[in-house]
């Protein structure tokens, strides 16, 4: 009798610069996914969440969350890029260039960008550029990250590089919106209006968010993320840095994007990117996240819209004692979102601000 034991995923020296992995998923998205994920990311703004404000705004209905799209082709990725992965460790440069809908059956593919072998000689990262595309070859998300692998060779894998070629989704926004009419339209009575935010205004939300056991599970798996680190507490016990299932990136971010979607985010007509943002911390089911954010920039984009660039912050609580996440500091960018986002014009204002550690680290940057 043949037995045989298939392995996924990369270490280091399987990796070519210029080559490309046709990740195996293809999904269509159904209600009961998109539904599941919006009460989850919980955001406020219906472009998400009504049809009819959607075809308003120009689409054919509601739009799928770019986070659910960014989660999708983040789990996508994980069987051919990091299953062998001992950490993910960045997002870069993470755009949406075109609307996604429900009935849309989606792939992704990834490239390779580079390699570096770190110092210690044993791990080094690994540089991929990953593309969502659907039924019609349009991009639904596009974006880079850097992930730490372990050195060597995967012994027993069965997945080989792509010849194919992968949709161009070069663009941020889609050109229509440039055109946009909301004169008729009327706005979600949410504050988060361009003129609501001022370049250094700090934001710190007042609710927090503690991750349960049971929604990160069944989230990793909706997304099809395979890294045993996430689901086999087994697996976890002896090859998991923090001895147990680890949350895996994108939920964390889509988690903290929920806790600032009620003060920032109503009144949102497109999520422009989203850049520079890393986990330096693990989070575990149990952990609470509190979020704040500070505005960096705001641009004038015409007669209805306004872009602002906002620095998103979660940090656990308690903070953890150990010695190496005593502060704030040391974990306010667990999630860091740079994000151009556009916005209804209007004369509103949000309430005061609270949560004096969280402030005092933004107003450090």
């Known amino acids: ?19 490309t992995y046709r990740h195996p998923w293809e999904v269509t998205l159904d209600e009961g996914v998109l539904a599941f994920c919006a009460a989850s990311f919980m955001e406020t703004s219906p472009i998400y969440s009504s049809d009819l404000y959607a075809i308003g705004c120009g689409f054919k209905r509601r739009l799928v969350h770019p986070l659910v799209l960014l989660n999708f082709g983040l ?23 075109n609307p996604a809908y429900f009935g849309d059956t989606i792939t992704a593919a990834s490239e390779v960008l580079g390699t570096k072998l770190s110092g210690s000689g044993d791990k080094g990262t690994v540089h991929v550029r990953t593309t969502v595309w659907n039924q019609d070859k349009a991009g639904g998300v596009r974006f880079e990250r850097m992930a730490l692998i372990p050195k060597g060779k995967v012994e027993g894998s069965v997945r080989r590089p792509w010849n194919g070629a992968v949709p161009r989704a070069e663009r941020r926004y889609p050109a229509a919106l440039n055109s946009l009419d909301l004169t008729k339209l009327e706005a979600p009575d949410f504050s988060g209006f361009f003129e609501d935010f001022t370049e250094g205004q700090i934001i710190v939300h007042d609710t927090g968010r503690t991750v349960g056991d049971t929604e990160h599970m069944q989230l990793t798996t909706i ?7 996430h689901f086999d507490a087994k697996y976890c016990e002896t090859r998991s840095f923090a001895n147990d299932r680890v949350v895996y990136g994108g939920l964390v971010l889509g988690f903290t994007h929920a806790i600032a979607a009620r003060d920032t985010g109503g009144q949102m007509i497109w999520a422009e990117n989203f850049d520079n943002g890393a986990h330096p911390g693990p989070t575990l089911a149990g952990d609470t996240i509190r979020a704040a954010q500070k505005v960096l920039k705001t641009e004038d984009a015409g007669a209805h819209l306004g872009k602002v660039t906002f620095r998103l912050v979660g940090v656990k609580t308690p903070i953890p ?45």
């Open 223 to 229: 997304f099809r993320n395979t890294h045993p680190l």
């Open 1 to 19: 009798m043949t037995v045989t034991r298939n392995v996924y995923g990369r270490k280091l020296d399987d990796f070519e610069e210029g080559k």
């Open 321 to 365: 004692r150990n010695s190496s996440m005593r502060t704030p500091i040391c974990l306010r960018r667990s999630v860091t979102r740079k994000t151009e986002r556009l916005k209804r014009k209007s004369l509103k204002s949000i309430g005061p601000f609270s949560s004096e550690n969280v402030r005092h680290s933004l107003q450090k940057e």
């Open 75 to 97: 789990s996508f990725s994980v069987l051919d890029v990091s299953e062998q992965a001992i950490a993910h460790l960045a997002y870069i440069d993470v755009r949406f260039p």
